[in-house]
């Protein structure tokens, strides 16, 4: 399903990681949007990449109590097809073909090659293991033989898979842009990714296309040299955000409804005799002048803490950072639903709790992370 607006559903990414991802770009930052965005989406893992220069306004989703995570920096190439000559390859014994099925097991085998020591903006999140980061590149690499939109081509020397280029077509706009190039690391040195940078200039060239485009991280030097020898130029550089929001990750640990009202103080209902229906009373806000409405967190953080204390993950439980974010009122004498996950499950250590409190209609009224540690 789609998200509206600025962020989008990732099937493939959800799918690899287990957890809802959305991802997209934002231009034009404005922190509230972003943030009511990610909420309403209840994702786990909002993917963000904002051009550097306006990339500063994303520490602001803290207010939110969402965790923000800089991934990378993307830097863009493009090449002037129209007004640029494509040298010769050269290297005069590599054979182009498009990748077709039977193609893909030795494909399988050249991404893990290529792209097993290589850092995206995936390794610098700790949610997402390195083997399904490897997975998905080689999922990424496939998925071009058989999209219309796309090109994947592969280089045989002396029958032997020795490289592979994956491309997008964008035939409207008349651009075209060079996604995943990789080289076997046995024929490296030899000026076989040139030659593969050139090949896929000249095919988008011969397709109509004017503008190709090109992207790595700042830090990748070796292959911008070759760009910029081949006639591309820095034009554009982008910062990856990951904002962990956690909202669906991982299975509840506490679940409950609770209300705000002036019945009891911070004990369970005498009325329903319900464990599970709390019900808490902040005589302060009534006090001062607030009877329909919770005038602050400390209700809602002391519940949270009782929790982790005493239930789950309980006795022992060491508290860290915690944040908390109110992003609708507690009405007095209203029911809501507070629920408590740990992504990943209660284990020895380093734990993140997600505590959340929603109106009857599911609409978000407070979001808490805290991190716990277990010392048993």
């Given at each position: 399903?789609?998200?509206?607006?600025?962020?989008?559903?990732?099937?493939l990414e959800s799918a690899r990681f287990d957890m809802r991802i959305v991802r997209g770009r934002v231009d034009n930052i404005v922190?509230?949007?972003?943030?009511?965005?990610?909420?309403?989406?209840?994702?786990?893992?909002?993917?963000?990449?904002?051009?550097?220069?306006?990339?500063?306004?994303?520490?602001?989703?803290?207010?939110?109590?969402?965790?923000?995570?800089?991934?990378?920096?993307?830097?863009?190439?493009?090449?002037?097809?129209?007004?640029?000559?494509?040298?010769?390859?050269?290297?005069?014994?590599?054979?182009?073909?498009?990748?077709?099925?039977?193609?893909?097991?030795?494909l399988r085998a050249i991404v893990d090659l290529t792209f097993r020591d290589y850092v995206s903006h995936y390794h610098a999140n700790?949610?997402?293991?390195?083997?399904?980061?490897?997975?998905?590149?080689?999922?990424?690499?496939?998925?071009?033989?058989?999209?219309?939109?796309?090109?994947?081509?592969?280089?045989?020397?002396?029958?032997?898979?020795?490289?592979?280029?994956?491309?997008?077509?964008?035939?409207?706009?008349?651009?075209?842009?060079?996604?995943?190039?990789?080289?076997?690391?046995?024929?490296?040195?030899?000026?076989?990714?040139?030659?593969?940078?050139?090949?896929?200039?000249?095919?988008?060239?011969?397709?109509?296309?004017?503008?190709?485009?090109?992207?790595?991280?700042?830090?990748?030097?070796?292959?911008?040299?070759?760009?910029?020898?081949?006639?591309?130029?820095?034009?554009?550089?982008?910062?990856?955000?990951?904002?962990?929001?956690?909202?669906?990750?991982?299975?509840?640990?506490?679940?409950?409804?609770?209300?705000?009202?002036?019945?009891?103080?911070?004990?369970?209902?005498?009325?329903?005799?319900?464990?599970?229906?709390?019900?808490?009373?902040?005589?302060?806000?009534?006090?001062?002048?607030?009877?329909?409405?919770?005038?602050?967190?400390?209700?809602?953080?002391?519940?949270?803490?009782?929790?982790?204390?005493?239930?789950?993950?309980?006795?022992?439980?060491?508290?860290?950072?915690?944040?908390?974010?109110?992003?609708?009122?507690?009405?007095?004498?209203?029911?809501?639903?507070?629920?408590?996950?740990?992504?990943?499950?209660?284990?020895?250590?380093?734990?993140?709790?997600?505590?959340?409190?929603?109106?009857?209609?599911?609409?978000?009224?407070?979001?808490?992370?805290?991190?716990?540690?277990?010392?048993?």
């Amino acid at each position: 399903m789609n998200t509206t607006g600025l962020l989008k559903f990732s099937d493939l990414e959800s799918a690899r990681f287990d957890m809802r991802i959305v991802r997209g770009r934002v231009d034009n930052i404005v922190p509230r949007e972003l943030a009511t965005e990610i909420l309403t989406s209840n994702c786990d893992v909002a993917i963000v990449r904002i051009p550097s220069q306006y990339s500063s306004s994303v520490s602001a989703l803290q207010r939110w109590a969402l965790p923000v995570l800089h991934g990378d920096t993307l830097v863009y190439y493009k090449c002037d097809l129209y007004h640029y000559e494509v040298p010769p390859p050269r290297n005069t014994d590599i054979e182009f073909t498009q990748a077709n099925g039977a193609d893909l097991e030795e494909l399988r085998a050249i991404v893990d090659l290529t792209f097993r020591d290589y850092v995206s903006h995936y390794h610098a999140n700790p949610l997402f293991p390195r083997d399904k980061i490897l997975a998905g590149y080689q999922q990424w690499a496939e998925s071009y033989a058989t999209n219309p939109e796309c090109t994947l081509w592969i280089a045989r020397r002396s029958g032997r898979l020795a490289a592979f280029a994956a491309c997008r077509n964008d035939a409207a706009n008349s651009e075209a842009e060079g996604i995943l190039y990789g080289v076997n690391p046995q024929d490296a040195g030899g000026g076989l990714y040139g030659d593969l940078i050139r090949h896929t200039q000249s095919d988008a060239k011969n397709r109509g296309i004017r503008i190709m485009k090109v992207s790595t991280q700042v830090g990748n030097f070796a292959v911008q040299k070759v760009w910029a020898r081949e006639g591309f130029h820095l034009f554009e550089a982008l910062d990856t955000f990951h904002i962990n929001a956690m909202l669906t990750a991982g299975e509840i640990a506490a679940e409950r409804m609770v209300s705000f009202d002036a019945t009891t103080v911070g004990k369970f209902s005498e009325l329903s005799g319900d464990a599970n229906e709390i019900h808490l009373d902040d005589k302060a806000a009534r006090a001062a002048g607030f009877p329909s409405r919770i005038a602050h967190g400390v209700l809602a953080a002391s519940e949270f803490s009782k929790i982790l204390g005493t239930e789950t993950p309980g006795r022992g439980t060491i508290f860290g950072n915690f944040s908390l974010a109110f992003l609708r009122p507690l009405i007095v004498g209203e029911q809501y639903r507070l629920q408590m996950r740990i992504p990943g499950g209660v284990r020895p250590g380093h734990m993140q709790a997600v505590m959340t409190i929603r109106e009857q209609d599911n609409q978000l009224c407070v979001l808490a992370r805290s991190d716990v540690f277990l010392k048993r």
